[in-house]
């Protein structure tokens, strides 16, 4: 009997096919951004061993095991010990922190970056609580989670942090509940059944067999990203593919066209049955729109980034700080692209970008403007905080808000629509739409940044690099990335205008 580690228990509980996958050998596939916020979950942990105070730390390359080195760090009476590694009772796990409280007992303390504590990490604080009850004394369990309300100032505190106490949920997932019944001789579940070692050997018989017969499930696409959703869908038929690949509808809707063996179009996306090139066209409903349009045009875009942890003063965690943006100016309806004036503005240092780029939007963009943006949501969120953290802009940035304009409506409303949209109404998908086969205006042509997510990771390198040809050629290519955004969003508003007419 090998010793089941908290990660394989918990992907077992996720779904047994994707830890029998992960145990013999498949490749994982993650998504950059998913490896991303991993990355950045692995520093937040290591912020977080300095919440109770000095804490020593368990190496994974040493001379001696992890289990072994804990052992010393026991017997030399440490109070906080991160990365505290056990085996017993047919598993093996590392605790974020195994903290030694006021009565000389032990609290387990798991480490999460998120604002609040999700179902799933009882589970694992549950196993992690099976291991180390018979290696020491374990009187409480928490995990140590980020304040959401909290915004920085100068030094980080443990204000950033929020302990809550799970001991009560993680002793109840040790044993089944046990419900009284009327009925004598009715069957109930054994209330000395230990549910953890019961799985521990469910893992072990899986892990000796073949591939679990498991089909794939509307539960494969929540709460994480299955590194091999890909495995799954192969053993498909070639028409089963072709349904749960339709990226047109949610995972759930191609659940459902998988369960009925064809294409189930949901209310609301029975376009998706029209032919690539037939259009539906409202008039009346983009020239509403039109109508609310007031020149001078200011079109916006930012690009920004999230971090964990708050790196500046007057930052939240996961907050999206913008380091960079492009402005394209309509003078008039009939400007031509000859006419557009294009302002920009990027961050290029290892320092707040925020202070120089709300002075120079401020400076670029008059209050009483009319702002175009598209899914223009993001954009005022960005702005709605800028005016917190900088309070002296605060009626300009909110005047900026207030008159901000959605380019996207006439799409999600459908008044010009057309097949080979596939029932979206993202920018990525109305662009290529209305302008087939048009260079300019193709992100694919675009060196190094074609999208938002490469523009954060390019970002990142961009602050780091010392100042040169390369860093100026990555500039470049981030500054046209973001240019194409705005100059996009120029020529479908002149699109909705050649419609009209």
């Not at 694992?124 to 409480?140: G, L, T």
């Not at 209050?367 to 953290?389: P, Q, R, S």
């Not at 050629?473 to 996009?488: F, G, Q, R, S, V």
Request: aromatic content about 10%.
């Amino acid at each position: 009997m090998r010793n089941i580690s908290k990660s394989s228990y918990t992907q077992y509980l996720k779904c047994p096919k994707m830890l029998w996958y992960n145990m013999n050998g498949y490749e994982r596939v993650v998504s950059e951004h998913t490896q991303r916020t991993l990355d950045n979950g692995i520093e937040f942990g290591i912020m977080a061993q300095s919440y109770f105070g000095k804490c020593v730390v368990v190496q994974r390359e040493a001379d001696k095991s992890m289990v072994e080195q804990t052992k010393v760090f026991l017997e030399a009476g440490e109070e906080n010990i991160a990365e505290a590694t056990f085996v017993a009772n047919g598993g093996y796990c590392q605790v974020d922190i195994l903290h030694k409280n006021e009565k000389g007992n032990y609290d387990i303390v798991e480490v999460k970056s998120s604002s609040q504590i999700q179902s799933y990490y009882l589970d694992d604080v549950a196993f992690q609580y099976y291991v180390v009850k018979d290696c020491v004394k374990v009187e409480r369990c928490f995990v140590l989670h980020l304040n959401s309300n909290y915004r920085r100032h100068g030094d980080l505190t443990n204000d950033l942090f929020v302990l809550e106490d799970i001991t009560k949920k993680v002793l109840e997932l040790q044993k089944p509940k046990v419900k009284k019944t009327k009925k004598k001789g009715e069957p109930q579940e054994d209330p000395n059944k230990e549910l953890i070692k019961e799985a521990i050997d469910d893992i072990n018989t899986l892990l000796d067999g073949d591939l679990p017969d498991i089909r794939i499930h509307s539960g494969c696409d929540a709460q994480w990203e299955c590194p091999f959703m890909n495995d799954c869908i192969s053993t498909l038929s070639q028409q089963e593919q072709e349904l749960v690949s339709c990226e047109d509808l949610t995972w759930k809707q191609r659940i459902k066209c998988l369960e009925k063996g064809e294409m189930v179009y949901p209310k609301g996306k029975e376009v998706l049955k029209m032919a690539d090139d037939e259009v539906i066209l409202k008039k009346e409903g983009i020239k509403e729109f039109l109508d609310t349009v007031r020149y001078p045009l200011y079109l916006l875009d930012f690009e920004a980034i999230q971090n964990i942890v708050p790196q500046y003063d007057n930052q939240k965690p996961w907050q999206q700080t913008p380091f960079q943006y492009s402005l394209h100016i309509m003078h008039s309806p009939d400007d031509e692209e000859a006419d557009l004036i294009h302002k920009e503005f990027l961050w290029t240092e290892e320092s707040d970008p925020r202070p120089a780029l709300v002075k120079q939007l401020i400076s670029d963009i008059p209050a009483d403007a009319c702002v175009m943006a598209y899914n223009m949501m993001f954009e005022k969120m960005v702005i709605a905080d800028l005016a917190i953290v900088y309070p002296e802009y605060a009626d300009h940035l909110n005047a900026i808000h207030e008159h901000c304009i959605d380019l996207m409506v006439p799409f999600k409303k459908q008044d010009y629509y057309k097949g080979d949209m596939r029932g979206s109404y993202s920018i990525k998908k109305v662009l290529p739409s209305c302008f087939p086969n048009d260079p300019k205006l193709d992100y694919h042509n675009l060196e190094e940044v074609q999208n938002g997510t490469m523009a954060q990771e390019k970002y990142l390198e961009l602050i780091r690099m010392e100042p040169g040809e390369e860093k100026e050629n990555l500039k470049h290519n981030m500054l046209k990335y973001c240019e194409l955004d705005t100059y996009a969003m120029f020529k479908v508003l002149k699109f909705l205008y050649a419609l009209l007419k």
